[in-house]
């Protein structure tokens, strides 16, 4: 058990691809490569089958059994200054293994007639897997699929899916999917309390891909993928089906460079997605009559993606790798779909090329180094369909100009990192550093065209003959002064406009560093004892203050480890990114002046206006967000391959980000006296937010099973804060905190997830992926900015009987004004998504020889996303009072069905 436990360690610790692929070879063949962890070639390797068959690998670390029966095998793997790697499997097997050996003293023992499932390790808590082999290629093959569904994986500790970081090849700069193709495996939420990772369990999650190196002969695929309009449903919010389809093609080629030592692999795809947003809003006509506006936009786009990588061997003990990808993106429509319409639209051209080396080098069976480099080339240029001014009628429709203008964005991203390992007897030490380098060009454009707002507001009561009536007035909503400015009547005013005027240009550098040491300590007796401590430093702002301890202990009770119990506490910083700063530079006050005008005249608004200025600022005591963590829990093993493990998290936030405006007018009047500089709103960036969390996980998997492997879990995330996980974030009054601690928007309370491959008759194979998940929350606003602090996020009153214009609702009786109580942030509770992503596939063998090294193969499937046509509301209507009220008006997309062909040479 304790060999188990340390060659657990030292996988949480490995460089990229320590942990093998697992493919299945046809027929009685059985081939593939040897190297150490950093994936240098491994010759003259000894490799034994079933303890009487014998073969040593080449020059290029190759090696070949031929003839061998179906059924249970056991290979050992053994080279000079290496651990010997014991392998179970069942042939016949999937393609070539990859196989990686770990320094000696360190004893690996794997079974990979199933595809690696949760794992534990004195660093890792809860549900960390590694999917590989058959599990991979059960997942979609659309990029854009294939990260929602890990994306869905990641939930499982608590964060919202969209927040997960998605890392390739140990760099630790989030980053776009490779080609599925290209993918050796990936780990998903590994050692959360480990000092070499920033996030928290609770802040989304981490996502680490490696992909394939090279191999020793050639090797390609060809494929394509078909989603035609009459295989995919209609959209749930449209009243038509659209011509909605997807085309996917590629190729993927490896071989060597030279005859050893060296070798390269390529990958290239292109899509052509045809889709379509649903615009579902309440519009008003030119006679002034409300009417339901459901139509589909086009929002087409053309994608290419591709990878190159060559692994160099410089020698036996040095690796030298480099790789290049390219993503170039056509997009457009970009913005239109749910209350928003066509018009407000924009084109997007993206790109984003990414070159990275790394050096890798095993100085002795005790120390391993590596250096990686990453240039990153990414931007976009974005064109609106129109340059109007945006008008935005709280909770009925947004039309006008997108507000972003035409843009555009370029950066160069630089990532240095260069850590090592040190082994000893009962130690497994990891340090090392990881910097961030982001030059910024950008130019924001944000609100130069001007925004009308229609949020609702005091007016005068009219009559029949919609002429006032004296000294009567009534709230009325952003519909109806949108009706009233359309026919010239009296009340008929915006709420406000809001734009901003200077140069557009911003312009700057960000440097971030972050330096880690770990120590994997085997105590003995099972006990494992993971401990390090991490420091981060950064410029704009400056951030000096980020030192955070970690701790984690393991520990199986019993002698054939059926039970593994781990307990872990740390503290985790943050970090401001580009955006932040880009944000506080855009509204400085000085090369852009940003304006709101309250009561304007629509389509001359400064005619006779008293504007007030805004500017964002960070505090001058800005500390970093700070987060606090403990966990508890284990696994149970169970007979016949059954697993069961359970988890419970705690967590603490100070320090958090948020903004609020430090100088809004005393009187809740825009114009009255302030603290400060008269008519001038200061949003300043400061850490007075707070937060706190609770999450229980349990799940059960069986991988063991010869037809049926699956896992199926789920968590329960009590996670509140004053922040709503936003640096921008403000509170409704600057005086009061009152209802802001709350459930951030759109994150389920609850989530489950499972996976599930079974292998049917006629060799057909049929894979699921579930995610489920329940009570996210939206906020309830009136439109309204009741206090003239410049942030139209006021929330209702409660409104006792027979308050005039009171509205009942499922919360109760509420006002837009002139109530009592505080109601509270983000109240309303989103309906539950439902995600069911299927595939059925067989691969057919099309080379007569079923003893040839490499078989031609065609593979044919069916995959078919939101199997169920379920429909997963993402908008709710919140603004109280208007059309939309409670409901939902926009949602994910219902079920789309592909069909896919792949020969593999």
């Not at 080629?253 to 809003?281: C, M, Q, W, Y």
């Not at 019993?558 to 509204?587: C, P, Q, V, Y």
């Not at 005039?804 to 004004?817: E, F, K, M, N, R």
Request: with cysteine.
């Amino acid at each position: 058990m304790k060999t188990l436990l340390f060659a657990a360690s030292l996988a949480a610790f490995a460089l990229p691809h320590a942990f093998a692929e697992t493919a299945a070879c046809h027929g009685t063949t059985l081939a593939g490569t040897v190297r150490d962890t950093t994936l240098a070639l491994i010759p003259n390797a000894t490799l034994s089958l079933d303890g009487a068959h014998d073969e040593t690998s080449g020059s290029d670390g190759s090696f070949h059994f031929s003839c061998i029966s179906d059924g249970s095998h056991h290979l050992t793997v053994m080279a000079q200054g290496f651990a010997k790697h014991d392998l179970s499997f069942t042939s016949p097997h999937a393609s070539q293994l990859s196989l990686v050996l770990h320094p000696e003293a360190v004893e690996t023992d794997v079974n990979v007639s199933a595809d690696a499932g949760p794992g534990s390790s004195a660093a890792a808590s809860g549900p960390t897997q590694t999917i590989s082999g058959s599990r991979l290629q059960s997942l979609a093959d659309d990029p854009d699929d294939l990260k929602r569904e890990l994306q869905q994986f990641s939930a499982a500790l608590g964060g919202n899916p969209s927040n997960a970081t998605i890392s390739v090849d140990g760099f630790q700069g989030s980053s776009s999917l490779p080609p599925k193709g290209s993918i050796a495996y990936i780990k998903v939420n590994p050692d959360q309390f480990s000092a070499e990772y920033r996030e928290p369990p609770f802040d989304g999650g981490r996502i680490e891909v490696y992909t394939k190196p090279g191999q020793s002969a050639f090797h390609g695929a060809l494929f394509a993928t078909n989603g035609s309009p009459w295989e995919n449903a209609r959209d749930p919010f449209s009243t038509s089906k659209a011509a909605i389809g997807k085309q996917r093609y590629g190729f993927e080629l490896t071989g060597p460079i030279r005859k050893a030592g060296s070798d390269f692999a390529l990958t290239l795809e292109h899509r052509s997605i045809d889709n379509f947003a649903v615009v579902n809003a309440i519009t008003i006509d030119s006679a002034g009559n409300t009417s339901s506006s459901i139509s589909n936009v086009a929002t087409p786009q053309r994608l290419w993606l591709g990878t190159a990588r060559v692994d160099w061997q410089l020698g036996p003990k040095n690796t030298f790798i480099t790789s290049y990808s390219a993503n170039v993106n056509n997009l457009q429509n970009v913005g239109v779909g749910g209350t928003a319409l066509a018009e407000t639209g924009y084109n997007s051209e993206q790109y984003e090329h990414m070159f990275r080396v790394s050096d890798i080098t095993t100085a002795s069976p005790h120390f391993m180094h590596e250096a990686r480099l990453s240039l990153r080339w990414d931007g976009e240029t974005d064109t609106p369909v129109s340059t109007a001014p945006q008008v935005q009628v709280a909770g009925a429709f947004t039309g006008g100009g997108a507000t972003l203008g035409a843009q555009r964005l370029r950066e160069l991203n630089i990532e240095v990192d260069d850590d090592a390992i040190v082994t000893t007897k009962n130690h497994t030490f990891k340090f090392g550093t990881q910097m961030m380098v982001y030059d910024e060009h950008q130019q924001l454009t944000t609100n130069f065209n001007g925004t009308y707002t229609f949020g609702g507001g005091t007016a005068p009561v009219l009559d029949a003959n919609n002429n006032p009536i004296p000294g009567q007035t009534e709230t009325i909503t952003g519909v109806e002064q949108y009706r009233r400015v359309q026919l010239g009547l009296a009340g008929g005013s915006a709420t406000a406009f809001s734009n901003v005027a200077g140069t557009p240009n911003v312009d700057f550098t960000q440097v971030q560093n972050a330096l880690f040491v770990q120590d994997d300590w085997n105590v003995g007796h099972n006990v494992h004892v993971a401990y390090g401590v991490r420091y981060f430093v950064q410029t704009d702002p400056t951030i000096l203050d980020s030192i955070v301890p970690r701790l984690g202990i393991l520990w199986s009770p019993t002698k054939k480890g059926t039970w593994t119990l781990h307990a872990h506490s740390g503290m985790f910083s943050g970090r401001f990114g580009e955006t932040d700063n880009a944000e506080i530079l855009r509204e400085n006050g000085t090369t852009r002046v940003t304006s709101t005008i309250y009561n304007p005249v629509y389509g001359n608004p400064f005619l006779g206006a008293t504007p007030i200025h805004s500017l964002r600022q960070f505090s001058p005591h800005l500390g970093n967000l700070t987060w606090i963590a403990e966990n508890v829990g284990g696994t149970r093993t169970f007979p016949h391959g059954w697993n069961f493990s359970a988890d419970y998290y705690v967590g603490r936030i100070w320090n958090y980000t948020r903004t609020e405006n430090i100088n809004s007018p005393v009187n809740d009047i825009p114009t009255g006296p302030r603290p400060g500089p008269a008519n001038l709103n200061i949003l300043q960036m400061q850490a007075s937010g707070q937060g706190r969390v609770n999450a229980v996980f349990a799940g059960i998997e069986q991988h063991s099973l010869k037809h049926v492997q699956f896992f199926f879990g789920g968590v329960r995330v009590n996670l509140v804060d004053d922040t709503d996980d936003s640096e921008l974030s403000s509170p409704q009054s600057s005086v009061s905190d009152a209802g802001e601690f709350a459930h951030r928007t759109n994150q389920s309370v609850w989530n489950i997830f499972g996976n599930g491959t079974f292998t049917l008759p006629k060799k057909i194979e049929l894979s699921t992926d579930f995610h489920g998940g329940g009570d996210g929350h939206y906020n309830i606003t009136t439109g309204f900015d009741n206090n003239g602090d410049g942030n139209f996020n006021d929330r209702p009153q409660y409104a006792t009987p027979g308050t005039p214009g009171a509205i009942a609702t499922p919360y109760g009786l509420l006002v837009a004004s002139g109530g009592k109580g505080v109601f509270p942030r983000n109240e309303g509770v989103m309906p539950w998504t439902i995600y069911l992503d299927a595939n059925i596939q067989r691969t057919f063998t099309l080379t007569r020889n079923p003893k040839a090294t490499h078989q031609q193969t065609l593979q044919v499937n069916i995959r078919s996303s939101n199997l169920l046509n379920h429909t997963n509301v993402t908008q709710v209507g919140g603004v109280l009072g208007s059309p939309l009220f409670g409901v939902p008006y926009a949602a994910d997309n219902g079920r789309r069905v592909e069909a896919g062909l792949r020969y593999s040479f």
